[in-house]
């Protein structure tokens, strides 16, 4: 009788060891990080961005911003020219949405949530963008004119077209593979 919970383990045991052999290959998954910057090139912080399945895992850290609420987004081009920092242009947007995940016809791809900054200036957000890629498909997010990371003066409404009334742009970090 005691064969029979063995044998039902058996399987799992050699399903678990299959897994670690493939976890000991090196298939690293494909990565993309920028390092923001104020426009007077001072560090304001890093942002990550790893191919997770068929989309993005993304963790921004920031330092030196003032206390309060920020809207992050990706930008549609990875060009971080000082001061007003309008080269990243317009949200990441592959498919032609309207901004803002509150908004009906929204989102847009480069669409995250925002970060809170405390008394200490630091704030961080983490966020998974679904059905992206880093550098395949139709749209990567590393297309020829890049991407940026860009953090805003004020907070986004998560609805207003085209950028969620979110102000200046106080950062921003031109994102390379690797
Ligand atoms: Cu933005």
Known sequence: MKI??????LPIVLAASACATTSATPSAAPTASAKLAAADGSARGTAMVTQAGDGLHVVVKATGLTPGIHA?????????AG?????????WNPTARKHGKDNPAGMHMGDMPNMTVGSDGTGAIEYHIA???IGEGA???LDTD???VVVH???DDNMSDPAGNAGGRVACGVLAAG
Do not use: E, K
Request: proline letters at 8%; glycine letters at 12%.
């Open 4 to 9: 029979f919970p063995f044998l039902t383990a």
């Open 72 to 80: 992050v987004h990706i930008h549609t081009t990875g060009q971080c």
């Open 83 to 91: 001061p007003d920092f309008t080269s990243a242009g317009g949200h």
């Open 131 to 133: 059905d992206a890629m």
């Open 139 to 141: 749209t990567p997010l």
């Open 146 to 148: 890049g991407a940026a």
């Open 153 to 155: 003066a004020q907070a």
